[in-house]
């Protein structure tokens, strides 16, 4: 599967960034409208929250689908994906912030040391903040190798991220949406344990037969 | 219609559901509150009882589309969708353990001798949020009186309907159903428990709890049960629907307390729907000063 240039560059991928901020627009719009219901401040921090795994999810997904389809030009979506994913956690945690607790930073840091759902969660946001600051070119040159090790980040802090959602819920009994979400990740990170495993046989199988094969070892590169 | 008006005062002289509704467009074109309370006009049609805040009332429509009614599913606008289902005529209400008069009872044999009024109270649920809910109905003590509680009678437990083809959140286990609640029997006694089966002097709507439910005002909205269909009187504490779902968090008492939180938020302040800042929780939700005593010596942390 390949889109032609200069559709993938020029049309493809703009619309893929407007569509990803379809549900900000959406949520505007309610506002305006007033449609979010009797609690708006509570949906629009529910709904950051949710499109902010969501894109996660999406981030993840890049490579898993390039791997599955062969489609190489998707993961020059990823990125945007993953500032999306930035993005939305970036207005959760304000309107965190604003919205719920008004600046009261006495009970936001009581919140973050006592509250493990607001632990977690406060610890998925620093762990992104990282990988959005070194998103661009130049960042990736400088650091090379570390590079592909620091944005590794995106694994444990969306497992945060998940937890975080779930141990929220838990108390209610509404641990539907977090259980979905927890089996998409799981399905998205075991792809990847499966692949390192295939990988790690293939290669003990090559260094057997003393014929080195070069796309393997690529593969490996590209982990 | 199960709602009773007092004797008297004649229907034509009840102010029209419809236009109470508009009453503050009616204010904005009459062009302010000063010539209201000048020209004295009678826009609530029950008498004022001394329960009553003067607080201003929640929106119809907040209050009865943004509900915890999981009977109905989880999501607060699922009982709005979805409670059309339930079945309130006919019902029936079992009254049964301690007490000399049990039997099961048609609604209207409940509702029969009470003459119907309005508390205007205040609800504060677990979650951080609270409405003003101008509620219609009378006091439980005169209900539970009338079937002539033992002295073995120290609690009373209430139980909603189960019904899974009629409830369709019953049909996922999301909590041990039937839903049940339970008060002490002073708390239950206390002059400012009551059963509702109206607000903003109509009907009860099926996705607040009709056609009768509990309100307790000095407790968190979870306490006030739903839909009921059996009054028990116990002796001893009974178990609760939210207590054996997450013992550590829905305590038997469950009285609105900004001091003790709940081990995943803070209690300290609630968003009044309808206002955009939190404003600060109070003791037993502003009810401190009549029922605080039923507390006093006991360690409000612990019965939490």
């Known amino acids: ?223 | 219609m199960l709602i009773k008006r007092p004797n008297d005062i004649a229907e034509n002289a009840v102010t029209d559901f419809a236009l109470y509704q508009r009453r503050r467009d009616f204010l904005k074109t009459l062009g302010g509150i000063a010539l209201l309370s000048a020209t004295g006009l009678p826009l609530t049609a029950q008498a004022k009882s001394a329960f009553s805040t003067d607080e201003e009332q929640t929106d119809y429509a907040d209050i009865t589309t943004y509900n915890n009614f999981y009977e109905f599913g989880t999501d607060k606008s699922d009982p709005a969708q979805y409670a059309g289902s339930l079945i309130t005529s006919p019902w029936s209400v079992t009254v049964d353990g301690a007490c000399e008069k049990p039997g099961k009872f048609t609604l209207e044999d409940i509702l029969k001798p009470h003459a119907i009024e309005e508390r205007i109270y205040r609800l504060r649920c677990v979650e951080g949020w609270s409405m003003v809910i101008p509620w219609n109905g009378f006091p439980l003590a005169a209900l539970l009186k009338r079937f002539e509680p033992t002295s073995s009678a120290k609690y009373v437990r209430f139980e909603t309907l189960f019904d899974p083809k009629q409830m369709r959140g019953q049909q996922r286990n999301v909590l041990d159903w039937p839903y049940v609640e339970g008060l002490r029997m002073d708390e239950a006694m206390h002059p400012l428990s009551f059963m509702a089966t109206g607000l903003y002097g109509k009907e009860l709507p099926k996705q607040n709890g009709a056609p009768i439910r509990l309100v307790v005002p000095w407790k968190y909205g979870f306490k006030s049960i739903k839909s009921i269909v059996r009054i028990s009187f116990v002796e001893k504490q009974p178990g609760t629907s939210w207590g054996r779902s997450a013992p550590g968090e829905y305590g038997f008492y469950s009285n609105v307390n900004p001091e003790v939180d709940h081990p995943r938020w803070s209690q300290k302040r609630e968003r009044r729907i309808g206002e955009f800042r939190k404003r600060p929780t109070e003791m037993f939700n502003g009810y401190a000063d009549q029922v605080a005593s039923l507390y006093s010596g006991m360690d409000l942390r612990k019965n939490f």
């Open chain 1, 1 to 223: 599967m390949q889109i032609r240039e200069p559709y993938f560059s020029k049309v493809f991928k703009p619309a893929v960034f407007v569509l990803a901020l379809v549900p900000l627009a959406v949520l505007g719009w309610g506002v305006w409208q007033d449609t979010l219901g009797a609690n708006p401040i509570e949906y629009i921090t529910r709904s950051f929250g949710e499109w902010t795994l969501r894109f996660l999810l999406l981030t993840l997904l890049i490579s898993t689908l390039r791997r599955a389809t062969g489609w190489v030009q998707c993961l020059r979506m990823r990125r945007m994906l993953g500032l999306f994913a930035f993005f939305y956690g970036t207005l959760h945690l304000a309107s965190y912030l604003w919205l719920d607790q008004f600046f009261d930073w006495g009970e936001i840091w009581f919140d973050i040391l006592e509250r493990p759902f607001i632990t977690v969660g406060m610890l998925a946001f620093l762990l992104m903040t990282p990988l959005a600051v070194t998103s661009f070119k130049a960042a990736m040159r400088k650091l090379g190798k570390n590079w592909q090790r620091l944005h590794m980040l995106i694994y444990p802090l969306s497992m945060l991220a998940v937890l975080h959602f779930w141990w929220l819920a838990e108390s209610k009994s509404r641990l539907a949406m977090p259980q979905l979400y927890a089996v998409l990740l799981a399905i998205l990170l075991g792809e990847r344990l499966y692949q390192a495993a295939k990988r790690k046989w293939l290669a003990s199988n090559s260094s057997k037969t003393s014929a080195s094969r070069p796309s393997v070892r690529m593969a490996a590169k590209r982990a």
